[in-house]
């Protein structure tokens, strides 16, 4: 190779590693990531403090608490979302904290792997329960509080084992391996 062909791939391969760089997105905050382990794999989640202060905040004292680890994914509709979050794998369950207000916001949408709190007719229900969609839910926009994002495995979301029927009740649900907040994490 001459010294000019090598230099133009020099300044080729520069301009390529810049240019990716460039359009990187910025490094997640520990502290406002949780890791979600399923049997499949791992699945990074960025928590949105900016839109949901009290959502983030309950879900991290109960990822602290290992309040999830081993809880069920027990409704799973296919084309739609993953919901746990219930360690009696009812949907009727929650963690012994106080519900939570709805905190709903114009300012982001249900897509794809957006994270959201489960709850019932009541907008101020909230507990401890979310969901993860699988593909964009706008009639669920300004109706739930969006608290997170799936910034890496989606796959294993997908992967999660589907419920049947209207309800997409699953019998023998996957479940949560392990959750915890990056700035915790143990692996």
């Known amino acids: 190779m001459d010294r000019r062909t090598f230099v133009t791939s020099a300044v080729l391969g520069a301009a390529c590693l810049m240019s990716e760089t460039a359009t990187a997105e910025p490094a997640l905050d520990p502290e406002n990531t949780l890791y979600l382990d399923l049997k ?3 699945v990074v989640i960025q928590l949105l403090p900016d839109l949901a202060p009290k959502a983030v905040a309950r879900v991290k004292e109960l990822t602290r608490q290992g309040f999830y680890n081993n809880t069920p ?9 993953a919901q746990g ?6 949907g009727t369950g929650g963690s012994n904290l106080p519900n939570l207000p709805a905190e709903f916001t114009n300012k982001a949408h249900f897509l794809r792997g957006t994270v959201g709190a489960a709850r019932t007719q009541d907008p101020n229900s909230a507990n401890s329960q ?14 739930y509080t969006i608290w997170g994002r799936v910034v890496s495995g989606m796959e ?5 084992k589907k419920g049947s029927g209207q309800s997409g009740s699953v019998s023998d649900p996957d479940r949560i391996v ?3 907040v990056a700035a915790d994490a143990k692996g």
Request: neutral net charge; glycine residues 12%; proline residues 10%.
């Open 40 to 42: 499949s794999g791992r």
């Open 73 to 81: 994914f027990h409704r799973v509709i296919p084309g739609f979302m």
């Open 85 to 90: 979050g219930d360690p009696t794998g009812t």
């Open 130 to 143: 979310f969901f993860i969609c699988f593909a964009p839910a706008p009639f669920l926009d300004g109706q």
């Open 156 to 160: 294993y979301v997908d992967a999660i």
């Open 178 to 180: 392990r959750m915890q």
